[in-house]
């Protein structure tokens, strides 16, 4: 069963404005880690941030920030102040504990992001 | 070199051939993945190493077949593919931590385009 959702297929954004992206996703463990990942047309995953499950605040790094909100089981992205450089694929990803693959991370289905100007 | 790096980058073969892909990890993790994106689906997980033994094999066929010699390179040797094998094979490494800790991302390489004829 699918345990990442990300709804939108497509997303445009205006150079400049701020965009979300959504991912939605299922576990029962109390232990786990969300992942956003940006793949550029060159095809290499580029990790962009992290958040935990016990954390108690939204991570953030530059212009990328986390809205964690586990009661909804949702994790969406948000890029502030867009750039044309930011077009990509966007890949949510979940780590949970496995006896086997231990800390290999599930993959939505991704979100194409296109910066107009 | 730094990072992950995969050879080759682009690979065309036909359906009897036999061949190999190769990652090399120069940053010290102790765990390597392999993961196949096709265009229609999410990024599948298809083997890990941790600390040079195998963890996982996701139900991949044997025409498949994965070798960790060491922590820093992971290879996928190939044989007998089918059309539908043909993918962006993605090579990822990791320093495995806690359960919970933000240093078990992975670090991916830019990939290797195969296309089966």
């Known amino acids: 069963a699918q345990k990442i959702t990300q709804t939108q297929p497509g997303m445009f954004v205006q150079e400049k404005e701020a965009v979300t992206l959504d991912c939605t996703y299922d576990t029962s463990d109390p232990s786990y880690g969300l992942f956003w990942y940006k793949q550029p047309s060159s095809g290499e995953m580029i990790f962009l941030i992290y958040?935990?499950?016990?954390?108690?605040q939204n991570a953030t790094e530059g212009r990328y920030s986390l809205n964690f909100q586990k009661a909804r089981k949702s994790a969406n992205l948000v890029i502030s102040a867009s750039q044309l450089g930011d077009s990509a694929m966007y890949f949510c990803a979940m780590r949970e504990w496995n006896s086997n693959s231990g800390y290999a991370l599930n993959f939505g289905k991704g979100t194409s992001l296109l910066v107009t100007p | 070199e730094t990072g992950v790096t995969q050879t080759p980058r682009h690979l065309v073969m036909g359906m009897t051939n036999k061949k190999s892909l190769k990652c090399e990890q120069h940053l010290g993790h102790n765990a390597m993945y392999w993961y196949k994106q096709s265009a229609k689906k999410p990024l599948e997980l298809m083997f890990v190493?941790?600390?040079?033994?195998?963890?996982e094999n996701n139900s991949v066929p044997s025409r498949f077949s994965p070798e960790c010699p060491n922590s820093s390179h992971l290879f996928l040797h190939l044989h007998t593919l089918q059309p539908e094998d043909s993918a962006l094979y993605l090579c990822a490494s990791s320093q495995i931590q806690g359960v919970d800790s933000g240093a078990n991302v992975l670090t991916f390489g830019a990939g290797s385009r195969l296309t089966v004829l």
């Open positions: 958040q935990g499950s016990y954390d108690q």
């Open positions: 190493y941790s600390l040079e033994e195998r963890v």
